[in-house]
């Protein structure tokens, strides 16, 4: 593990010492909530809630000002990935990181980001602060993703919308029959993949209409209030 966090220091901080690059080590580790002797150990004496520390450990011990985290809690159980997210949070706070936090978790997104940007097929689909993101989504897609992962709250939704009267029964049922199903099986093949098509076709998106071009195209996004971006024929509606 000494190794592993000194390979970093050595490449960006060349004249730093071995005693002042085992002093940063030391701290990075305590940081992070390892004991200092983990300096001798190797990492598959650790658990994998151990090991992840570690990662994080040696991206931060180079003084970064951002970090790219891609998935840093799927194979971690729930307790383990609380730490995690807690630690991460912490060191945000304390050396001013910003993250670029890439996740299929959505109640790992909602705990840690401020804001959220929304993908499929490599084009964004939905981007703005993450409260108004996985609040009041705007893009079908983005729609999905939230009934499928939170399927308590489906209910809720489609029990409010019915009581305001703000949308039509058919798109009530689309909300009520939604499922995890909906969003990732059962779907016919893709025909325009990395267009907005390709999710606006058929029973892939309850919006679907004829109003996109040939080319399966939307242009530009649309502005929502407060930076919320959505790329949808329907998302100022």
Do not use: W
Request: charged content about 25%.
């Amino acid at each position: 593990v000494g190794q592993i966090l000194q390979e970093g220091l050595r490449l960006h901080f060349p004249l730093l010492s071995k005693g002042e690059r085992l002093e940063r080590c030391e701290n990075i580790l305590e940081e992070v909530g390892l004991p200092v002797d983990s300096l001798n150990r190797y990492p598959h004496e650790f658990s994998g809630g151990q090991r992840q520390r570690i990662a994080i450990a040696r991206a931060v011990v180079v003084a970064p000002d951002l970090l790219l985290l891609d998935e840093p809690t799927s194979a971690l159980d729930l307790s383990i990935q609380k730490q995690i997210l807690e630690l991460l949070v912490r060191l945000q706070q304390t050396k001013g990181l910003t993250y670029i936090f890439i996740s299929h978790d959505l109640s790992v997104i909602r705990a840690i980001a401020h804001r959220t940007l929304v993908m499929r097929h490599g084009s964004i689909g939905e981007f703005g602060a993450t409260q108004d993101v996985l609040g009041q989504p705007k893009n079908e897609y983005t729609q999905e993703l939230l009934d499928a992962a939170f399927p308590e709250e489906r209910m809720r939704r489609a029990a409010e919308l019915e009581r305001n009267r703000a949308i039509d029964r058919p798109a009530l049922n689309r909300i009520l029959s939604s499922s995890a199903a909906t969003a990732f099986g059962t779907l016919r093949p893709i025909r325009n993949p990395g267009t907005a098509a390709s999710f606006c076709e058929g029973p892939r998106c309850g919006f679907a209409t004829s109003q996109f071009d040939a080319r399966g195209r939307f242009g530009p996004a649309t502005q929502q209030s407060g930076g919320h971006r959505v790329r949808c024929i329907q998302g100022h509606e």
